[in-house]
């Protein structure tokens, strides 16, 4: 069993900021991938933001200069850091982890988080 513990959205007026954290527990011996996930109203869900267990990131370019995605390993946390936010950001967000849950494991597991709502508006 894995658990995704989500907080961090809510209400912000346009150019605001918000900070959304993913804390991932369980039968976990360790996590590739982190990352974020959003879907809109009437909209399919996309790639936010990733990064890899070495630091290595990836981002939808809509997100590239105003968000950041960090990691503590030691915490099992992802981190996105939202700036400068925009009307069209808002959407459900969706923390994602791609694990091993043993070391002989041979292919990652894919767990996703419940979501947090994010609403960007004046």
């Known amino acids: 069993q894995v658990q995704l513990v989500e907080s961090g959205g809510g209400l912000v007026q346009p150019g605001g900021s918000l900070r959304l954290s993913c804390a991932a527990s369980?039968?976990?011996?360790?996590?590739?991938?982190m990352g974020w996930y959003r879907q809109g109203p009437g909209k399919q869900r996309e790639l936010v933001a990733r990064i890899r267990s070495g630091g290595r990131t990836n981002y939808a370019d809509s997100v590239k200069g105003r968000f950041t995605v960090s990691r503590d390993n030691a915490k099992n946390t992802v981190y996105l850091q939202m700036n400068s936010l925009k009307p069209e950001d808002t959407a459900v967000y969706y923390c994602?982890?791609?694990?091993?849950?043993?070391?002989?494991?041979?292919?990652?597991?894919?767990?996703w988080g419940q979501g947090t709502q994010v609403t960007v508006s004046s």
């Open positions: 994602n982890v791609a694990y091993l849950k043993t070391a002989w494991d041979r292919y990652e597991y894919d767990y």
């Open positions: 369980g039968s976990i011996f360790r996590i590739n991938d």
